[in-house]
Structure formats: C-alpha cells, structure tokens
T-cell receptor
Framework: AQSVTQPDIHITVSEGASLELRCNYS??????LFWYVQSPGQGLQLLLK??????LVQGIKGFEAEFKRSQSSFNLRKPSVHWSDAAEYFC???????????????????FGKGTKLSVKP | GAVVSQHPSRVICKSGTSVKIECRSL??????MFWYRQFPKQSLMLMAT?????????EQGVEKDKFLINHASLTLSTLTVTSAHPEDSSFYIC?????????FGPGTRLTVL
C-alpha cells in the first residue's frame, strides 16, 4: 500500500540549531516527493520537490531535502532554524506524470500526518 | 506563483443545514481541482477530484450525495456539505494544479453545532 510516514509528531529545537524532519514512504513506482509547510490559518506552501536528477534538492527558506532510494526516505533539513519556521510540515508523495489528463500534474498526493515544529528562543 | 482562494475561511452552522465552500484559481485556469479534508492532528485526505464540465470523481468511502461538487467554470469549484452533522466538522482544503504542481487554498474551517 502507498503510504507516507513521518515518525516525529512534534519536534522542538532552539533557534539557530539545525533541523532534520524525517519522512519515509512506501510507493510502488518511482515517486515524486514533496515537502509542504502549513502555518496556523494558512494554506499549504510548497517548500521543495523531487522529481528526478540530483537527489539533494534545495527549496525555499533555506530548506533542503535528500532523496535516498535505498532507504525510501526524503528527509527535510535546515542548518539554522529561525523562529518563523515554527509550523506544521507535511511530506507528500505523488505519482509520476501519466497521461495529460489534468495538465500533466498528478492528482492524488498522499500526505504524511505531519510534524509540528516548535522553536525555542 | 499561482494563487488559490477559498471562501469562507470559517463557517459555523447548525446540524441539518447545508454549507457551500468555494474554491477559486485566481490567476490561472484549472480544469481539475481537488478537495481534501484534514482532521485535527491528521493528514490531508483526498475526498474528490472536481472536473470542469463533467462529474466529480469521489474517493472510496466519500459519500457523493453528501459532498456535492460542482465545477462551474475553469476557475471555480464548489463543495456543498449537505445536511451537515457534527461529524462533518473539519478543515476542508482545495487545490488546483498549474503545470506540474498543485497549489492549495488556505482552507475552510467548518464547525457543525
């Protein structure tokens, strides 16, 4: 079955410390992988994505993630966390592009349950 | 980037009433939009795929007669929760694809009393 696991429900880090949020997936084919951030009352914002190529991808706000096929993981990292990074983070996996049935994008994104990040001053 | 809006952002209604939620793509056209539901401390679950000009496609276990979807134009999809009950209280999020990505609305918090 297709699934995404985010093992950490809640993580607290000090401002300026490094961060790693874990994501493991189970998927029958080569997945497309995403990290989204959701702030209270806000919509989901895409941080970064992996489709193919270089397995280390850079995103917005200083985030990066590394796709490790052998470990079925796509962990999110940031070298120095800012207080404004406190939010809920979701890892998601989607199907590779199929027929152009909806503009070339996949429809059914499978989301992990999220990791809530708190930042201590 | 592409922007998706939702209206209302919050709604409180009495049990048995119907509630309509709008999802609009503001600066792009979307022949397809997606409706997700998010329970507290849970992940987003896809409810249905809204298709402009044709019937919506519902995920397994989602009651199509309860969650009516109408994709009226290339920029608007509506989700109507009919005869709402307290168990329908949730956070409803829509998204629309633009190119290879999906763009999400800010969500609608529905509370059914």
């Amino acid at each position: 079955a297709q699934s995404v696991t985010q093992p950490d429900i809640h993580i607290t880090v000090s401002e300026g410390a490094s961060l790693e949020l874990r994501c493991n997936y189970s998927y029958g084919a080569t997945p497309y992988l995403f990290w989204y951030v959701q702030s209270p009352g806000q919509g989901l914002q895409l941080l970064l994505k992996y489709f193919s190529g270089d397995t280390l991808v850079q995103g917005i706000k200083g985030f990066e993630a590394e796709f490790k096929r052998s470990q079925s993981s796509f962990n999110l990292r940031k070298p120095s966390v800012h207080w404004s990074d406190a939010a809920e983070y979701f890892c998601a996996v989607g199907a590779p592009f199929g027929p152009m049935n909806y503009g070339g994008s996949q429809g059914n994104l499978i989301f992990g349950k999220g990791t809530k990040l708190s930042v201590k001053p | 980037g592409a922007v998706v809006s939702q209206h209302p952002s919050r709604v409180i209604c009495k049990s048995g009433t119907s509630v309509k939620i709008e999802c609009r793509s503001l600066d792009f056209q979307a022949t397809t939009m997606f409706w997700y539901r998010q329970f507290p401390k849970q992940s987003l679950m896809l409810m249905a795929t809204s298709n402009e000009g044709s019937k919506a496609t519902y995920e397994q276990g989602v009651e199509k007669d309860k969650f009516l979807i109408n994709h009226a134009s290339l920029t608007l999809s509506t989700l109507t929760v009919t005869s709402a009950h307290p168990e329908d209280s949730s956070f409803y999020i829509c998204s629309a694809p633009s190119g290879a990505l999906q763009f999400f609305g800010p969500g609608t918090r529905l509370t059914v009393l």
